[in-house]
């Protein structure tokens, strides 16, 4: 059974195990729509609600992982975790090792890191290469490289605004497009690491290069390989597939599909790199001492880890697919109205309900409906693929609403059909 994403309260839970009872459900709550409105509005933890105080709106995320959006809930497992380490002091350094060891246990690698988010991992694996290539120290970089070997090969296709990560310890990017870039790159001797973006490989025309040949190429000219699988979990057997072909680190996030802790993420792969990426890690003084891991997020992210094994890829999708259905039944009959779904292939590989509409039929644009649902109370955050075919290419045309379902609260699907019945037939 998948476990609600969000909700703490034991008082919740105890109703929601008793709506179990009564129903073969996939998630609590999602055949009653009216209680499980009612029970999300009780579920409220004790202590002061702080985003009341601030004047911080709350929203139902009908988009998906989005950083700014907040990313994913965690479920009450994690949440659990996370406050109990909250509790008690330990040596840090010691947290770190043995909460990798029992990650890299569970997920069939050499070694593991929690770090702070994909990024940080990101910047991690490159000074970890860094020193492996230059035999430097890790307060060595970035000031006290010149003349060091420093180039970070990537497709041209790959590139992203996350190349930032890799430049703090001193690195460059070396762009190639074709094969034979590829192995000149490599060739000249001043290649640290490769970087390939795993997103890239679902259907982009001008990435040349997939992932078995870029990793066999670069480890004939012995050159570590970093993936970025940042977004790319489901499916689960992710988290070991890509290690198990021979990339040498590979990074996640930690508060998208996993629903650990946001600012948390892995850091993956061989133990000779792990063990160079924790030199430049808090809490010691390389350039991740600012990308400082709690207690509460390790801590959070193993108990995550343990919960994205105790499910499996068919529940959680049959989960999304039935929360496509509810809002499906909402608005099917509205005249130009043709629904879909689409399942990314690589990155967020959840169902999307594609709604497609004429808007000259409704009187509206899909950005005039994206911004009145946003308007609305609860607010409604619609997927940024919504009136944006490209935009990684989710929507098809314009007049396309994109609904990200999986990061919803049990009830929400029915809140967020009813929206939009409202927003395309111009009625409450």
């Not at 969000?6 to 008793?18: A, D, E, H, I, M």
């Not at 040949?213 to 070991?240: G, Y």
């Not at 061989?270 to 990426?277: D, M, P, V």
């Not at 609904?403 to 929206?419: H, L, S, T």
Request: proline share 6%; aromatic share 6%; glycine share 8%.
């Amino acid at each position: 059974m998948l476990e609600d994403a969000c909700t703490p309260s034991p008082s919740r839970r105890r109703v929601l195990k008793g709506l179990t009872a009564a129903a073969a459900l996939v998630y609590p709550g999602a055949a009653i729509p009216a209680l499980a409105e009612k029970t999300v509005a009780a579920s409220a933890p004790a202590g002061e609600d702080y985003y009341e105080k601030l004047g911080v709106e709350r929203i139902i995320n009908a988009a998906g992982t989005y950083t700014y959006l907040t990313a994913a809930c965690m479920p009450p497992s994690v949440i659990a975790a996370v406050e109990r380490a909250a509790h008690h002091p330990v040596r840090l350094r010691e947290l770190q090792e043995k909460a990798g060891a029992y990650i890299a246990q569970r997920l069939h690698c050499e070694a593991a890191m929690v770090t702070s988010g994909a990024s940080g991992a990101i910047s991690l694996a490159t000074a970890a290469c860094m020193q492996h290539a230059n035999n430097i120290g890790p307060l060595d970089m970035p000031q006290n490289i010149a003349g060091a070997r420093n180039q970070v090969v990537v497709q041209k296709a790959h590139r992203y605004g996350y190349d930032h990560a890799m430049y703090l310890s001193g690195a460059r990017v070396t762009e190639v497009v074709t094969m034979e870039d590829y192995k000149r790159a490599l060739g000249e001797g001043n290649a640290v690491m490769t970087n390939f973006f795993n997103a890239a490989e679902d259907g982009d025309a001008d990435a040349q290069i997939g992932r078995e040949e870029w990793l066999r190429v670069a480890h004939d000219h012995n050159v570590p390989c970093h993936m970025d699988a940042a977004a790319d979990m489901p499916p689960i057997s992710n988290l070991w597939k890509y290690t198990g072909m021979g990339y040498d680190l590979v990074s996640f996030s930690g508060g998208k599909g996993m629903r650990g802790p946001q600012n948390a993420g892995l850091l993956l792969g061989k133990k000779e790199f792990l063990t160079l990426a924790q030199q430049s890690n808090n809490p010691d003084d390389g350039i991740g001492r600012g990308m400082k891991v709690a207690k509460e997020q390790i801590v959070g992210m193993v108990a995550a880890v343990d919960w994205v094994l105790s499910h499996s890829d068919d529940n959680m999708q049959e989960d999304y697919n039935e929360r496509v259905a509810r809002i499906v039944a909402q608005v099917r009959d509205i005249p130009s109205v043709a629904t879909s779904v689409k399942v990314p292939g690589i990155s967020n590989h959840v169902p999307h309900l594609l709604i497609h509409f004429d808007p000259a039929r409704v009187g509206k644009s899909t950005q005039q409906i994206v911004d009145e649902l946003r308007a609305g109370k609860p607010s409604i955050e619609l997927n940024p693929g919504s009136g944006h075919p490209e935009r990684k290419g989710i929507a098809p045309d314009v007049n396309t609403i994109v609904v990200g379902v999986w990061m919803m609260q049990p009830g929400e699907d029915e809140i967020v059909g009813r929206r939009l019945r409202a927003a395309l037939t111009g009625k409450a």
